[in-house]
């Protein structure tokens, strides 16, 4: 009898990171410089998310909803909008997403749950952590939509937060760039592209990568970043193998 040869395309690579946070932009899900929700993105996300996933990794995903509404643009003192209620709005605005995104995934074969910080039984679970992590440990991927139910926190927080609840082991920063640069590599084509980067660098030098808030909790817990471009097939599943890919920033060993 012949020897079988695994393929290697298809082989199961060895994982470092068992549970994760992917931090995805609600412009992930729609074509670039557009607004709403773009089918063909949102199908290729699910793909690459159902490859993490297919490798035995835990993926809980935090979506935001930028391509619908952001809550600060109702900054404006002359709005007629209170920028809490804007908040608000756009916590609903990532419920949409995270529908959206449950649907591509189940569509081929992923079983997901999606859990909302604000209670609204009809469409979502409302998330509480030991139910959340059940469900990650039953092989589901966990959607998380709203934030963390409060207004003046971005998902980049919700992100760092969920991480440190779930115990996850990396929050994976979605981007449609290569990684961390020292400067926009759509300005400046001569941008440095980090390969590394420590807590303190990222204050240091400001770098946009995500939110202060986000940035403490991560450093204060020990919880690594890791900033990829996403629009590279196979990247996520490349992140959580532990090769190198993007921008990791995290404390130095």
């Known amino acids: 009898m012949p020897e079988v040869v695994e393929d290697p395309v298809?082989?199961?690579?060895?994982l470092r990171y068992r549970r994760v946070i992917l931090k995805l932009s609600g412009e992930s899900l729609?074509?670039?410089?557009?607004?709403?929700i773009g089918g063909d993105e949102v199908h290729h996300i699910a793909r690459q998310i159902q490859s993490a996933h297919s490798s035995g990794c835990e993926v809980a995903v935090v979506v935001g909803g930028g391509n619908i509404l952001r809550g600060?643009?109702?900054?404006?003192?002359n709005a007629s909008?209170?920028?809490?209620?804007?908040?608000?709005?756009?916590m609903l605005a990532t419920v949409i997403n995270a529908l959206a995104l449950q649907d591509a995934l189940e569509a081929i074969g992923c079983p997901t749950r999606v859990m909302s910080a604000i209670?609204?039984?009809g469409v979502a679970?409302?998330?509480?952590r030991r139910r959340a992590t059940r469900h990650l440990s039953r092989g589901r991927i966990?959607?998380?939509?709203?934030?963390?139910g409060s207004p003046f926190v971005t998902t980049d927080t919700a992100a760092a937060q969920r991480a440190l609840e779930l115990e996850a082991d990396i929050v994976l920063k979605a981007t449609r760039v290569d990684g961390v640069y020292s400067e926009d590599p759509?300005?400046?084509?001569?941008?440095?592209?980090?390969?590394?980067?420590d807590f303190a660098e990222v204050v240091a030098k400001n770098l946009r990568v995500m939110d202060a808030t986000a940035i403490a909790l991560c450093r204060e817990h020990g919880v690594p970043i890791l900033v990829f471009n996403f629009k590279k097939e196979g990247n996520i599943v490349r992140a959580i193998a532990g090769e190198s890919v993007g921008t990791w920033i995290g404390l130095r060993l």
């Not at 298809?10 to 060895?14: F, G, M, R, S």
Request: no cysteine; net charge negative.
């Open 72 to 77: 600060a643009q109702f900054s404006d003192s």
């Open 81 to 90: 909008v209170q920028e809490s209620t804007a908040h608000y709005m756009g």
């Open 119 to 121: 209670r609204m039984d």
């Open 125 to 128: 679970e409302q998330f509480i």
């Open 186 to 197: 759509e300005k400046n084509p001569h941008a440095m592209l980090y390969d590394r980067l």
């Open 30 to 36: 729609t074509r670039s410089g557009e607004r709403g």
């Open 142 to 148: 966990v959607i998380l939509a709203a934030g963390i």
């Open 10 to 14: 298809k082989a199961k690579p060895e």
